[in-house]
């Protein structure tokens, strides 16, 4: 019988916080649990469910990772890195202040598309936005077909609280920005728990307490969950290729295929159907500065490395 008693000792759980290599797992009768990796590998993310095997009183051995429905990435030459796992929405988060980079929502979207996970586009902090630069930017993304939101956290709490409750559904929702957006504050608008729950993890992976260090799940009420990550400054998209990063353009789709050549890159070849579509008006110069610009950096680093997947 020593299989029943290791059967009962091994347990379904979802990571809801990460930090380095340490986890909080929460088991499906919403007890956390303290989690290291067998084999201290490097494969875990936040919003994975796992098998986990009891060890000491609340901790746990995370022993095997179920088969992710979604895996959310980016990547640089040193390393890819996996965001979060089995998310339904990647939420983009934005805003005047501090300086928004408008390339970092726009590799954010690729990155989603890569993942096969539809994108929100959120600009926060309207009220900064006096000179409108954040509405125009997103005025273009709905331009292109992208859902998009504007809030501010700060002088429409219950109205950002409203719509974005609206909008997020059911689904397992990832917010991504660089830091200072207000990922945090919007999430604690969402979830009345926030802080209490932020502090019940930072207590128990002995973290500080300022700014986003760790990845953290939280459970939105009436269903679905919304997962807050730290900030960071470049969203590398080593692990897309060319072809890739062209699909995940909306107004590049209907030209698609209608290039000279079947491997065309869009960029110095002849005959090319994006580009002459630039020409015509039919796509922003800017944005395709933004996919030759970006294209050039994936080449570049796949010459270094040649590795890279
Ligand atoms: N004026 C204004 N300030 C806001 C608004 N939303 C958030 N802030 C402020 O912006 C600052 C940064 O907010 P955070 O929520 O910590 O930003 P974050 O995106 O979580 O930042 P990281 O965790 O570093 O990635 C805080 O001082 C918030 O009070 C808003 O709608 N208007
Ligand atoms: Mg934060
Ligand atoms: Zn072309």
Redesign the pocket.
Known sequence: MIETAGARSRFEARVVAAYGRHFLVEDDAGRLHQAQRRGKRADVVIGDRVLCQRAAAGQATIESILPRGSLLMRADVARSKALAANVGRVVV?Y?P??AFNERFVWRALLAADAAGVAPLVVL?????DEDGAGSRALARLAALGYATLA??????PAR?RADLRATLGSASNL?V????????????LLVPQANARTQEYSTRLNLGRQ???ASRLFALDGGGDII?????QAFGLAHLDLRQLAVAMPEFVPHLGRCRFNDCRHLAEPGCAIRAAMTAGAIDPGRYAFYADLAAEIESLRRRDPALP
């Open positions: 988060v805003a202040r501090p926060n902090k309207t009220d900064l809030v501010s956290a700060k002088a429409a950002t917010m920005g660089q830091s200072g957006m207000g990922k945090s504050t919007l999430i604690n700014t986003t260090t807050d990550t730290p900030g960071f």
